[in-house]
């Protein structure tokens, strides 16, 4: 139990365009989900906290009109890079966990690198 | 805020016992998490702390101390595969989780 699908995997995309990423919990509710970046050799940095049907959280430095997140519903959150540059290739990852429940470890969806040329 | 350090690099024989350690200090410490992640993938969970004192699961343990802020991961018979980065990460009481750097251990031959 406890899976998360991250969708696309990879995707390599023109340097002004947008790119979304689905993250979706395929056997649990997820009212809080979480989405992170992380550069070669380094550790994941929480960007923001998505939270279904309200605004999401977002941590310092974090552009949230660049980094558009949507939790319309239970089981999907989507991260929007908007008008993306080679800086923001990286390798995006989300996870979530059951509403029900706090002793489980979050769950990761399998991540997905962005290239942005 | 959080601060997290665990050691950059490790490296161990296969078939040994080896023991990273994570350190910590949080404004409010509800949960210690490790990970394992291999090269070009998304970490996976191996162990939840919240009270002190060692939590067992197969070749992997994980001990936590709350009034010392210290955690460490201990794995035992060490397979190549478990060549990866361990990641240990805390949970806030807002529920999000701060990742050390993680360790990259090398088991060999």
């Known amino acids: 139990g406890a899976v998360v699908s991250q969708h696309p995997s990879w995707v390599i995309c023109k340097s002004g365009t947008s790119v979304k990423i689905e993250c979706r919990s395929l056997?649990?509710?997820?009212?809080?989900m979480f989405w992170y970046r992380q550069f070669p050799k380094q550790s994941l940095m929480l960007m923001a906290t998505?939270?279904?049907?309200?605004?999401?959280?977002?941590e310092q430095g974090v552009e949230k009109d660049k980094f558009l997140i949507n939790h319309a519903s239970l089981t999907l959150s989507t991260l929007t890079v908007t008008s993306a540059h080679p800086e923001d290739s990286s390798f995006y990852i989300c996870s979530a966990r059951p509403s029900m429940g706090v002793g489980f470890g979050y769950t990761f969806g399998s991540g997905t690198r962005l290239t942005v040329v | 805020g959080q601060n997290i350090d665990q050691p950059t690099e490790m490296t161990a024989t296969e078939g040994a016992i080896v023991q990273i350690n994570c350190t910590y200090q949080?404004?409010?410490?509800?949960?210690l998490f490790w990970y394992q992640q291999h090269a070009g993938e998304a970490p996976t969970f191996l162990s939840y702390n919240v009270l002190d004192g060692l939590e067992e699961k197969g070749r992997f343990s994980s001990f936590l101390s709350r009034s010392k802020g210290y955690s460490y991961l201990l794995l035992k018979e060490l397979q190549m595969k478990d060549s990866a980065s361990y990641l240990c990460a805390v949970r806030d009481r807002a529920g999000k989780s701060t990742f050390g750097d993680g360790t990259t251990l090398t088991v060999k031959p």
């Open positions: 998505s939270n279904e049907g309200s605004k999401a959280t977002y």
């Open positions: 056997d649990f509710q997820a009212t809080t």
């Open positions: 949080t404004s409010g410490f509800n949960g």
